[in-house]
């Protein structure tokens, strides 16, 4: 008797421990392809980063290429009210002017410089697009704290992200930068 009921069960074991061995395949499959989809993303971001590393802008100085004489005039003010200062990453280069306004108040302006891979109005919330600036530009339509904000593509060479107090301050500012950096009054 013990045998013809080990016998029964003998498949249905087999059967047990063949589905589950095949479960185990599989969730063992699909950690695979979790691992490998994770290590794709890995892979993915690290060549964004080497792209976006590629045009090294630690030697770009904006505020020697667009100095604050240049710049007063766009934010109403005299070359000895604006100041600069300049910071160089190696995916960004920027100059913040400051306008001296009388009685300790001041005023910002920003100018940035981006590798072009940077690029991503869709990540930028709400915009309107602007015509006659380089290959795309886009303003904001959200302010950054007090700034207007306009980005501008010149495909194959950079990003400029302007900032000032109007928009029309911000698009004197990318209209310079353009002419400066480019050659072109766009």
Sequence with gaps: MYRSIHT????????????LTAGLDGCSQQSNN???TESQSKENHRAQTQTVAKRD??????CVRLPATDVAGVLGSTPGQTSTKATMLSY?????????????????????IYSPEMWAPSMAGEIEKIEGLGN?????KESIGSFEKINVLVKGDFMLDTRANTQ?????LAELALKRLTGKAR
């Excluded at 001296?100 to 001041?106: T, V």
């Excluded at 795309?136 to 904001?140: C, S």
């Excluded at 029309?168 to 004197?172: L, S």
């Design 57 to 62: 802008l630690s030697s770009f100085d904006v």
């Design 168 to 172: 029309e301050e911000a698009r004197g």
């Design 8 to 19: 029964l069960h003998h498949p249905a074991i087999c059967l047990v421990v063949a589905l």
């Design 92 to 112: 960004a280069s920027d100059c913040t002017y400051t306008i001296e306004l009388g009685d300790g108040m001041k005023n910002y302006a920003m100018i940035w």
């Design 34 to 36: 979790t691992a490998s």
């Design 136 to 140: 795309e530009a886009y303003l904001e």
